[in-house]
Structures are given as C-alpha cells and as structure tokens.
C-alpha cells in the first residue's frame, strides 16, 4: 500500500531473533529456509490459520461483488450513462481491484513472508500505489464535477460531457500510474540485494522522510484540501438555494421544475460528499500514523480499515440512491439478459 512505510523484519542473525519466533517444538520457520538472510515466518495454529483466512476471503468477496454490482448498473442501463456516474464507475473499479489486493495483504499478513520475488514486489506495489492515488483523483473529479452542477448549472450541459468525462478519467489514472511507478523505484522495491536492512521473504515501501513528507502533501494533502474546499462551496450554494426557493414559494411562486432539479444535484452531492467524507475518516489516521513513531500493530490496523472503505462505497449508494436498488433487483434476478432490458427506466416509480 501507498504510505505504508514498514519496518523491516529482522534478518537471521544472531540469538535474539531465533529465540523470538521460537515454535512449540523449539524449531523456527523461515520464508525461504535455504536461504541465511530469510525472513522469519510467522507462527499460527492452524485453527488461526483458517480463521484469519476465511475472514479475508469474505472481505475479498464482499468487495469484488458489490463494486461489480455498481459497475454492471452504471455500465447496462442506458438511463445512467452521465458524466457523473461515469465516475462513480471509475471509482468502483478501482475499489473492486482493492478487493483482490486484500487477499494478498492477507497473505502477507498471515503468513507474514512475500514468495514472489523483489520484481513481483515492485509491480505489485505500483500496482496498489496507482489504486490509491487514482482514488483519490475521482474523488477530485467528483467533486468538481458537483461544484459545476450545483454551483454553475446552466453551464454544466456544455461543460461536462461524456466525452470529456471520459478523457479526464484516463488522463487521471495515466498521471496516477506515473507518479506511482516514480514512487516505488525510487523506495528500492525492485532490487534489494544490496540492502543490509531487508531479509528475503519481505515486501515494502521503505523510503526517506522527506519522500514521506513530500508524497504525502502531492498526493493527499493537496487534493484533499480541494475536494473540502469545493465541497464547502456547493453545500453554502444548496443553503442559499434553498432559501430562495422557500422565499419563492412563500411568495406564491410555482417553481416546481426547478427546485426538483436543484434538489436532485443536492441530493447527488450529499451522497457524494458522504463518500469523500468516509474516504477521508478512513485515511486521515493511516497518513498521520504513517509519518509518525507508532508501532507496526496501528499501522496494519489502520491499513486494513483503509482496506474495508472500498466495500463501504456500494452501501452507501445503496442507501442514498433508490435506482441502485432497482438495478441490483434486475441483476440478481437475471433480468439484464432479457431484450431491451437496457432501455428500462429505473427511474420510473411504479404503483404498488
């Protein structure tokens, strides 16, 4: 994971180590046993063993099949194909690769030892670090997306289109998968036989403060501060809106079209801001932690509740927005593969 500055394992050297990781039998696990500098493996029972993977596996799962929940809705009904969803799309995709990225973690985390070598530790770290950067970038691209909407409706129509949606979002994860490949060859991942301060069998992001420093103002602090700019922004337009529309009606006003549409876009940016919210609550420890003195046990904490935010997402708009409801309906009931059923509007309220 991106921020995840670990410590590294102690090399096989010396009485303490051995002594440390003793088994019940008095015999020691390695990662690689033929090898002096291995890592030392983790000892569980085997009752822990399955335990700890069964939970992860569910997690796993959980998270690839709720964020394909999203992507399959946005993706078939034609009624949902906007500039916003789009995003939301791109988001989910990116929260349902987290889902198999938990499954490794948890092998790491279980087993405590990485088998695939310093190259397969490179990629996958990119790999993650690209998940993580180009979250955050849709959050960004939600937001101004928002702002536009609530805040310059009437130019929203020429300034979002679908396609330019479209280019934002490549350009977006093109940046991420830049900067993220930059970022993981300069913390050494891809060869560490020259390191005295790694053993064999051990994957992480070990880099300098001023990287951690520098890393952590580019790619959170800064987009961060914006998307909580912009949504300030929208949610002081909504209240100023609202008002004019009370003031409005009190006055014998008709303007229904327009306050239904206003209440939709402010709708949209709550849902939305409640994910950029979450999003935040869940990383906003994990990086302060990250630059700080605290032991090994918080961080992989807080890495694993980073983990989870990626499962949160789908139950949020389960609860804000009723045309998921619908669409999970059609899915789970295999009406997606009857004919035209792309063309249904969901939107529709049917009498009971």
Same mark, same amino acid.
């Given at each position: ?65 709720l964020n394909l929940l999203v992507i399959i ?189 206003? $209440?939709?876009?402010? /709708?949209?940016? @709550? %849902? !939305?801001? +409640? ?5 935040? *609550?869940?990383? &906003? ?7 700080s003195a605290v032991s090994s046990t918080i ?25 998921? $409801?619908?669409?999970? /309906?059609?899915? @789970? %009931? !295999?009406? +997606? ?5 792309? *063309?249904?509007? &969901? ?6």
């Amino acid at each position: 994971m991106k921020g995840q500055y670990e410590e590294p394992n102690k090399l096989l050297t010396g009485g303490d180590s051995i002594m440390a990781y003793e088994t019940e039998d008095h015999e020691t696990q390695y990662c690689f046993p033929a090898i002096n500098s291995s890592c030392i493996k983790g000892k569980r029972s085997r009752h822990e063993y399955y335990m700890m993977y069964m939970f992860f596996s569910l997690l796993s799962a959980w998270t690839v099949f709720l964020n394909l929940l999203v992507i399959i809705s946005i993706s078939h009904f034609k009624k949902l194909h906007t500039p916003t969803n789009l995003l939301i799309v791109s988001l989910a995709v990116a929260d349902m690769l987290v889902g198999i990225v938990i499954l490794i973690e948890a092998t790491k985390l279980i087993d405590t030892c990485w088998y695939f070598g310093d190259t397969s530790c490179g990629i996958y770290s990119i790999f993650v670090t690209v998940l993580v950067s180009g979250s955050l970038g849709n959050l960004v691209l939600i937001a101004v997306d928002r702002y536009v909407a609530v805040c310059h409706p009437l130019l929203y129509p020429q300034k979002i289109t679908t396609t330019k949606t479209l280019l934002t979002i490549c350009l977006c994860w093109f940046y991420s998968s830049a900067y993220s490949t930059c970022f993981v060859i300069n913390s050494g991942c891809f060869n560490t036989s020259h390191r005295t301060d790694v053993c064999q069998g051990e994957c992480a992001i070990i880099i300098t403060f001023a990287w951690r420093v520098t890393d952590l103002i580019l790619t959170f602090v800064s987009p961060c501060a914006l998307i909580i700019s912009l949504y300030m922004r929208i949610f002081y337009v909504v209240n100023q809106q609202v008002k004019v529309i009370n003031s409005l009606m009190n006055g014998g006003k008709s303007v229904m079209d327009g306050s239904r549409r206003r $209440k939709s876009e402010s /709708k949209a940016a @709550l %849902t !939305l801001g +409640i994910i950029v919210t979450v999003y935040l *609550l869940c990383w &906003i420890p994990y990086y302060i932690c990250s630059i700080s003195a605290v032991s090994s046990t918080i961080i992989n904490f807080l890495s694993w509740v980073v983990y989870i935010n990626s499962g949160l997402n789908p139950l949020i708009y389960a609860l804000f927005y009723p045309w998921f $409801k619908k669409t999970v /309906k059609h899915i @789970l %009931t !295999l009406k +997606i593969l009857q004919p035209a059923s792309s *063309l249904v509007n &969901i939107f529709t309220v049917h009498p009971s």
